[in-house]
């Protein structure tokens, strides 16, 4: 059952893009292009629906974020700390009780990722749901409960920076993603944004050829 009205409103997604894009020659990843729109463009308009507010973090290239219209939000710490800082700094600026993380380089997030994140928090009573594709976990796909942030913040503050060794120590859960697995295709390479590009492409021109 799709979350009502009241309960997306209890969700903030962060949208990270505050890497260094290494692997892709130190591009911004968020703003790259995919199929003639910035990947962020792609994820913002997968995920908008899904939750109350959005906001964007990011470390460089702030006024280009600005312009989808959402708070861009940079580290509380320099030199491209990875996503967990990402997220402690979205977590410090929210008001919701509930913070959703998504990354930019995964354009096709599932339609239902909050949904079944958010029903599994609650079933279980954990401080956050983690997505798994049936292979692996995909951390940074997460739904987090507000109360986190100073363990969060503590793990940081000690030089941790491995998103699966912090959430291993706090109350969580994995969320079952199998039925949806390519929807957590990334891009690392410009290879893999070749390929993507051609996946959207076809799914475009499949859905404009319908009856």
Not at 33 to 53: F, K, W
Not at 159 to 176: E, F, N
Request: charged share 20%.
């Amino acid at each position: 059952m799709p979350l009502t009205v009241s309960e997306r409103a209890r969700i903030t997604a962060v949208i990270l893009a505050g890497g260094a894009g290494r692997r892709m020659g130190g591009e911004d990843k968020g703003l790259l292009d995919l199929a003639g729109r910035s990947l962020t463009a792609h994820v913002l308009e997968r995920i908008r629906p899904q939750v109350g507010q959005v906001v964007i973090s990011a470390n460089r290239n702030a006024v280009r974020y600005a312009r989808f219209g959402v708070d861009v939000i940079a580290d509380e710490t320099p030199g491209f700390q990875g996503p967990l800082a990402g997220i402690a700094a979205a977590l410090a600026h929210i008001d919701t009780p509930l913070l959703l993380s998504l990354p930019c380089d995964t354009p096709f997030p599932p339609a239902n990722l909050a949904e079944r994140l958010q029903r599994q928090l609650a079933a279980t009573g954990a401080d956050l749901a983690v997505v798994h594709d049936g292979q692996r976990l995909h951390p940074v796909f997460a739904l987090l409960r507000r109360s986190v942030l100073p363990a969060l913040q503590a793990y940081l503050a000690s030089g941790g920076r491995k998103m699966h060794t912090w959430i291993a120590t706090q109350r969580h859960t994995t969320v079952d993603f199998a039925d949806a697995a390519t929807n957590f295709d990334n891009i690392n390479t410009p290879e893999q944004r070749d390929r993507l590009a051609a996946r959207l492409t076809g799914i475009v021109s499949n859905t404009t050829s319908a009856p």
